[in-house]
């Protein structure tokens, strides 16, 4: 099965939340500004919507359980590297079939490719890849239902900035860069997990049409008031009216043909004489 709007994708995360897992990864720089030709993975975190819990993979956990020094991290980071996306895909490894919430992470360049490709080039064989058709861009679920200028760009931190702010530990893509050079990879890691968290907000709110977006078309505006509280309470009050005048036109309607009957004359039945 696959999700191609955002009405559908709405419809399934209210009947089956526990099949929607969050996903969000920092790396180093995404342009050429790396010893290598395709960016480092430094952190990948994980939510499962329906509990709310996450799983994380980071560079100074991961290098703190193979025993290596911060000052060897770099060094030594095909080791670390290699080691935690071993542990992230043993992890999606029995979850293929749940979808994947991401924000645009769409290609080789950033995405799921990009995860896939350095798992190959650590010298590991195929990764247990996540059909795409089993992967959902958040933005585009939110671009479908609220127009394509729901926010202003760079719209993941707009879009925060709308609902609740942005938080503390919140890094831009320039910030990342820098904390990978100074080798603060707990920083970018708190950076990932404070995205994921906001994803599941987000999430959360478009189910309920509560996203607070910049878009002013009357479509939006009639979609929030049809899911509004207020709009629900009086859509049921109209279902419990429409039941009771049901109930009492069946019950005048029997009573009317009681009377009816009762008042009718009684029938005299004639009998036929015979001769024996």
């Given at each position: 099965?696959?999700?191609?709007?955002?009405?559908?994708?709405?419809?399934?995360?209210?009947?089956?939340?526990?099949?929607?897992?969050?996903?969000?990864?920092?790396?180093?720089?995404?342009?050429?500004?790396?010893?290598?030709?395709?960016?480092?993975?430094?952190?990948?975190?994980?939510?499962?919507?329906?509990?709310?819990?996450?799983?994380?993979?980071?560079?100074?956990?991961?290098?703190?359980?193979?025993?290596?020094?911060?000052?060897?991290?770099?060094?030594?980071?095909?080791?670390?590297?290699?080691?935690?996306?071993?542990?992230?895909?043993?992890?999606?490894?029995?979850?293929?079939?749940?979808f994947w919430v991401h924000w645009n992470m769409r290609n080789a360049t950033y995405g799921f490719e990009h995860i896939e490709h350095r798992y190959r080039v650590l010298g590991q064989k195929d990764a247990p890849i996540i059909p795409v058709e089993r992967r959902v861009n958040l933005s585009d679920m939110i671009s479908q239902r609220y127009g394509?200028?729901?926010?202003?760009?760079?719209?993941?931190?707009?879009?925060?900035?709308?609902?609740?702010?942005?938080?503390?530990?919140?890094?831009?893509?320039?910030?990342?860069?820098?904390?990978?050079?100074?080798?603060?990879?707990?920083?970018?890691?708190?950076?990932?997990?404070?995205?994921?968290?906001?994803?599941?907000?987000?999430?959360?709110?478009?189910?309920?049409?509560?996203?607070?977006?910049?878009?002013?078309?009357?479509?939006?505006?009639?979609?929030?008031?049809?899911?509004?509280?207020?709009?629900?309470?009086?859509?049921?009050?109209?279902?419990?009216?429409?039941?009771?005048?049901?109930?009492?036109?069946?019950?005048?309607?029997?009573?009317?043909?009681?009377?009816?009957?009762?008042?009718?004359?009684?029938?005299?039945?004639?009998?036929?004489?015979?001769?024996?």
């Amino acid at each position: 099965m696959s999700i191609s709007s955002a009405r559908e994708f709405i419809g399934e995360v209210k009947k089956h939340p526990e099949n929607f897992y969050l996903i969000h990864y920092s790396c180093q720089n995404l342009n050429d500004d790396n010893e290598g030709l395709s960016p480092r993975i430094t952190s990948i975190a994980v939510s499962h919507y329906a509990t709310e819990q996450s799983v994380s993979f980071s560079t100074h956990a991961i290098a703190e359980e193979l025993g290596i020094p911060r000052e060897q991290v770099i060094e030594r980071f095909d080791d670390v590297e290699k080691e935690l996306l071993d542990q992230f895909y043993k992890f999606i490894r029995d979850r293929r079939d749940k979808f994947w919430v991401h924000w645009n992470m769409r290609n080789a360049t950033y995405g799921f490719e990009h995860i896939e490709h350095r798992y190959r080039v650590l010298g590991q064989k195929d990764a247990p890849i996540i059909p795409v058709e089993r992967r959902v861009n958040l933005s585009d679920m939110i671009s479908q239902r609220y127009g394509s200028d729901y926010v202003a760009h760079p719209k993941l931190p707009n879009l925060m900035d709308l609902n609740g702010g942005k938080h503390r530990d919140f890094l831009s893509g320039a910030d990342e860069v820098t904390a990978f050079n100074n080798s603060e990879f707990m920083r970018m890691h708190k950076s990932t997990l404070s995205k994921v968290s906001f994803f599941h907000t987000a999430l959360r709110k478009l189910v309920k049409g509560k996203l607070h977006t910049s878009s002013r078309g009357w479509g939006v505006r009639l979609d929030r008031l049809f899911e509004s509280r207020g709009v629900k309470a009086a859509g049921l009050l109209g279902v419990v009216l429409s039941l009771v005048l049901g109930v009492n036109q069946i019950w005048n309607l029997a009573y009317s043909e009681q009377i009816d009957e009762s008042s009718a004359p009684p029938i005299i039945e004639q009998g036929v004489e015979t001769s024996e």
